[in-house]
């Protein structure tokens, strides 16, 4: 996204009071690349598309927070990477990280020699 567009959705964002048009469009400029990088971190399509989800619930609650410290974009990274690794760091994610590779190895029939 380019520098001008940038600027245009901060100033967006000071004067906008309605938080739903502006998440809406958040979500059209930043979702995919958003959604990328959740991928990128995780490798998994569908806790790509959980982490996406609540990354945007978040910017929903805390819009008034923005700092315009950095770019938008930044901040909806920053978002997603921590998102990413609460979702880690979750016992969810290791139980369903665990039973996927019991599979794995079970397709390939390695626990059955042990």
């Known amino acids: ?15 906008c009071d309605d938080n ?3 998440l809406g469009e958040l979500m059209t ?10 991928y990128s971190i995780t490798r998994k ?4 598309d ?8 978040k910017v929903f609650r805390n819009m008034q927070s923005f700092r315009r410290d950095a770019s938008v974009k930044t901040w909806l990274l920053t978002i997603t990477r ?3 690794i609460d979702f880690q760091r979750s016992a969810f994610f290791r139980k369903v990280t665990l039973s996927d590779t019991y599979e794995d190895f079970g ?5 059955s020699r042990m």
Do not use: C, H, P, S
Request: charged share 30%; hydrophobic share 45%.
């Open 29 to 38: 400029a930043y979702g995919k690349e958003v959604w990328n990088y959740a």
């Open 82 to 84: 921590n998102t990413a």
């Open 50 to 57: 959980d982490i996406t989800q609540e990354v945007f619930i």
């Open 107 to 111: 397709e390939r029939g390695r626990w």
């Open 20 to 22: 739903k048009a502006l």
């Open 1 to 15: 996204m380019d520098t001008q567009r940038n600027f245009d959705f901060l100033k967006y964002m000071v004067e």
């Open 45 to 48: 399509w569908d806790l790509a």
